[in-house]
């Protein structure tokens, strides 16, 4: 049980390489591949779909988050540190 299967889109496959060639650690890539998922699933939008101007839009998004709660919490940061690999 416990593990789901996830489809590899072109975009997943680029981004999961990038992260490895980055070193970056399991627990971030698995952090960055949630946020993508999350930034698509809050638009309705399929990840290879989102463009610069929803980009824009999370990102003012979550700096009025960031000014309510008047810290800066890591999952803000997460989720905007996943948005460029949407470019890759």
Do not use: W
């Amino acid at each position: 049980m416990g593990h789901k299967e996830v489809p590899v889109t072109h975009l997943r496959k680029a981004m999961l390489e990038e992260l490895q060639r980055r070193n970056m650690s399991q627990n971030t890539v698995r952090l960055y591949l949630r946020a993508v998922e999350e930034f698509s699933l809050y638009y309705n939008v399929p990840p290879d779909q989102l463009g610069s101007e929803h980009i824009r839009a999370q990102s003012s998004l979550l700096r009025h988050e960031r000014q309510q709660l008047h810290g800066f919490p890591v999952n803000c940061a997460t989720r905007g540190n996943g948005s460029p690999f949407l470019f890759l």
